[in-house]
């Protein structure tokens, strides 16, 4: 068995460095790559996490595609390795199971994508393996009081990496409070040890305008309504990612899974909890795929201490084969020429992610400043350019981390061109330049659009564009405490910007 499980480890491994080395950046991936160029306390969207861990990869492998992805590449490597010691603390002989249950699944085999729950992941995996081993222990002795703390910290780091952690966080709370009021102490240490995190990001908010905090507690969930579909995308996401047949085995022998929960009350919390939570929150909003992904393994941890000892090997091969269509569906795409793909709608972004070099050695021009309409071709010319690249406009409610970075006063009465996939109308340029023109390129047969603009004028922008962001998402409550806010001091020379008449929060 042991030999089978390092095999699948290996295997896993070697393709997703093969992927991570071959498959074209993505918006997110190149817009958190700017965040390990810029290495800040906290980001506009999120704390900091995956901008300090891409920051590492900058600087001790470079800046290539394979070297930022390098912390995904290994994550469910070590994430096996941590649920199998977790689990081991329960049952010895079925810990290898868990690991191998989770490595077969296709998306450890085929995710190489860095993102925010890269460090989310790994951390909260650290955290609940360390609280296993303290919860273990018969009393509350020297390694019980380490075990607790390590919990706390990694919980901590988490925090640094998500806000999603607060779910985990929340399963903590359930289980101490429900299952284990008499161990309040060990809570309490490992509350006092998570605290640094919450007390970095609250520090570098009250400094930064409360960037992330408007951003997902207010900015992102204007507009959210109830949809039936949703509840139903969340049902199919726990399918998909458990696998048909691991889902069909965990029916079968629900009433064994029930009495696991039972024997041990702090992985029933761990999984029901957030598994609840998300349900909850699911009336309401689309629970993203990646949004579960932190207590994903655990399932595999009752699956392995649940089913009979001859069903695992029959669950393994269940997995296996549902990886092998992934396997298979993947191999099929690498086959593929660019120019097969010209019938699809997202063809324009096909080409820009595989031919941005190409592209953009016929939009650059000396002295003059590329932009995008959005930030996600704008992180990606950036990443090709080593330089960034400015959105132009109002952009959307996420990633603002132009707010941060740019200042649009440098640009006064410069030539600016703005990439775009859909022919633009002039007349929404005309006011911020002297003259604009419309240019439109080809490239592999693929059509752009490129607003040339002579002459920026900076203030009309100030005045008409960086004033509508600030009263969408810089309109800030007067009643949290603030130390500092780029945006307001850049544009306004103060703290707080004048608020709005009738916009007040």
Not at 62 to 79: A, E, F, K, N, Y
Not at 111 to 137: F, G, K, Q, Y
Request: positive net charge.
């Amino acid at each position: 068995m042991h030999r089978a499980l390092w095999a699948v480890a290996g295997l896993s491994l070697l393709l997703r460095l093969v992927i991570s080395a071959t498959f074209p950046i993505t918006g997110d991936e190149a817009f958190f790559y700017w965040w390990g160029v810029y290495p800040d306390w906290g980001y506009y969207d999120h704390p900091p996490m995956v901008g300090w861990f891409i920051a590492a990869m900058l600087h001790g492998l470079g800046d290539s595609t394979w070297s930022i992805r390098l912390p995904t590449v290994l994550l469910p490597l070590v994430q096996g390795l941590v649920l199998w010691w977790g689990v081991s603390a329960w049952d010895r002989e079925r810990a290898p199971w868990a690991a191998l249950l989770f490595w077969l699944t296709p998306i450890n085999w085929i995710n190489t994508l860095v993102t925010t729950d890269t460090p989310l992941m790994l951390w909260s995996m650290l955290s609940v393996a360390c609280l296993i081993h303290a919860e273990v222990r018969p009393r509350l002795d020297g390694r019980a009081w380490v075990m607790y703390a390590l919990s706390g910290v990694f919980i901590g780091c988490a925090f640094l990496s998500k806000y999603f952690s607060v779910v985990l966080g929340l399963s903590y709370l359930v289980y101490f409070a429900v299952v284990r009021r008499e161990r309040w102490a060990g809570l309490l240490v490992l509350v006092l040890a998570a605290l640094p995190g919450p007390a970095i990001n609250l520090w570098w908010n009250m400094g930064h305008g409360w960037s992330n905090i408007m951003f997902n507690v207010y900015n992102r969930n204007q507009g959210e309504v109830f949809g039936w579909h949703k509840p139903g995308l969340y049902l199919l996401t726990w399918a998909y990612l458990l696998t048909p047949g691991v889902l069909w085995l965990g029916v079968k022998h629900h009433v064994a899974l029930r009495e696991v929960w039972g024997r041990h009350r702090l992985l029933a919390c761990l999984i029901l909890v957030p598994v609840a939570f998300f349900a909850l929150l699911s009336l309401k909003k689309v629970i993203g795929l990646h949004w579960v992904l932190s207590f994903y393994p655990l399932m595999f941890a009752a699956v392995a201490l649940a089913l009979p000892r001859e069903t695992l090997p029959r669950a393994a091969r269940f997995l296996a084969v549902f990886l092998g269509l992934h396997l298979l569906v993947v191999g099929g795409m690498y086959t593929r020429e660019l120019a097969d793909w010209k019938s699809v709608k997202i063809y324009p972004e096909i080409v820009r992610s595989y031919r941005t070099e190409a592209l953009l050695q016929q939009v650059s021009k000396p002295d003059t400043v590329i932009m995008a309409t959005a930030y996600t071709p704008a992180a990606i010319y950036g990443h090709t350019l080593k330089t960034y690249v400015p959105v132009f406009g109002l952009g959307k409610f996420h990633a603002r981390q132009d707010d941060m970075l740019v200042d649009y006063s440098r640009f006064n009465g410069q030539t600016v061109r703005i990439i775009s996939f859909s022919r633009p109308e002039l007349a929404d340029y005309t006011p911020y330049f002297d003259r604009v023109s419309l240019l439109e390129l080809e490239q592999s047969d693929a059509r752009f659009f490129v607003v040339e603009g002579l002459d920026f004028k900076f203030e009309t922008y100030r005045q008409e564009v960086l004033g509508e962001i600030f009263k969408r998402y810089y309109n800030i409550p007067s009643w949290l405490p603030m130390t500092g806010c780029p945006f307001c001091e850049r544009y306004c020379g103060q703290v707080r910007c004048p608020r709005p008449d009738g916009d007040a929060r």
